[in-house]
């Protein structure tokens, strides 16, 4: 009996090698249950908020039914178990899967919201696989992703909350990435859209950070001035009686003085070096171009010293 059952099995065996099943697969085949009780379990899992068994289920249906909407539709829930379960990454791509697959797709809202969420994660600083892949470590960054999903939901839903939020949130990283043109041109679409936001008033004051940023000494560039004192007027006439308006103002005297201490400290050193009608010079330009600065009080007590007036 025992020879007999061996020997069975054995052939077993090689039938699922020929066919390129393993005997795992065979039995599960052997077991499997419908898309219809699948999608129940998957729907109680759910429900139930069970992760673990969402992805489960989620992954069976989605491998045994592909082709079925049952099978679509399991690759929502399988972002969504890979949300709550902290597999950010793998979450997005899911979501993706599912809309690309879908024409009109049942879970599209609430995969906006959860895409939101995961750029929002990672914006917050939340890291992300190294190269991409499960196995290594969450040490990378997931800036990149974030911007990546916050593009998608600005020109997917250009006039919804989560556009706005997802321009304002854009901004910020290519501010920090230092491109500041598009930082600038990402505000001020934020401005048009939603005009009178809290995010516009934030988005006003944030381009006046990003003019302060690219404010250099070394390079007297009084353009940027200009552009700061139209985004403050600007910003005024949207919002008159906001008295945010004086942090505006003040990093535009900030600009003023970067530039004017850059001028004074070349005064310096000629006066230093023994050439004071040319420290002279830079000392009246930085008294009739920026009077108003700590620097230009200055100049002018140099001035005064160095005769004149």
């Given at each position: ?8 099995s ?33 729907q ?5 908020k ?157 381009i ?42 003040t ?28 420290s ?23 001035l ?6």
């Amino acid at each position: 009996m025992r020879m007999k059952y061996l020997f069975f099995s054995f052939f077993f065996c090689l039938g699922a090698l020929c066919v390129n099943v393993s005997p795992l697969e065979a039995r599960e085949k052997r077991q499997r249950i419908s898309a219809q009780e699948y999608y129940s379990k998957v729907q109680e899992a759910h429900t139930k908020k069970n992760w673990k068994d969402l992805l489960s289920y989620s992954n069976r249906l989605q491998r045994y039914y592909l082709k079925t909407s049952f099978g679509r539709e399991a690759l929502y829930f399988q972002g969504v178990a890979f949300f709550h379960t902290g597999d950010l990454e793998q979450a997005n791509e899911k979501f993706s899967l599912y809309l690309q697959q879908e024409l009109q797709p049942k879970y599209f809202d609430e995969i906006m919201q959860y895409k939101f969420a995961i750029a929002d994660k990672f914006y917050q600083g939340e890291k992300k696989h190294l190269f991409g892949w499960k196995k290594m470590p969450k040490w990378g960054s997931g800036k990149d992703l974030s911007l990546k999903v916050f593009e998608e939901i600005i020109n997917t839903l250009p006039s919804d909350e989560m556009a706005m939020r997802s321009l304002y949130a854009k901004g910020k990283i290519l501010e920090g990435y230092m491109d500041y043109r598009e930082s600038i041109e990402t505000y001020q679409t934020l401005i048009r859209r939603f005009p009178k936001s809290e995010l516009a008033i934030e988005s006003y004051i944030a381009i006046g950070g990003v003019y302060l940023k690219q404010c250099n000494p070394k390079r007297q560039d009084l353009n940027l001035i200009g552009l700061a004192e139209v985004n403050a007027k600007r910003f005024q006439e949207a919002f008159p009686n906001e008295k945010r308006i004086e942090k505006v103002n003040t990093t535009i005297s900030q600009m003023k003085e970067i530039y004017a201490k850059g001028l004074y400290e070349i005064g310096q050193f000629y006066e230093r070096t023994g050439k004071p009608k040319a420290s002279i010079i830079y000392y009246s330009k930085i008294v009739d171009n920026f009077p108003e600065t700590p620097s230009a009080k200055l100049s002018q007590k140099r001035l005064l010293k160095l005769g004149k007036k």
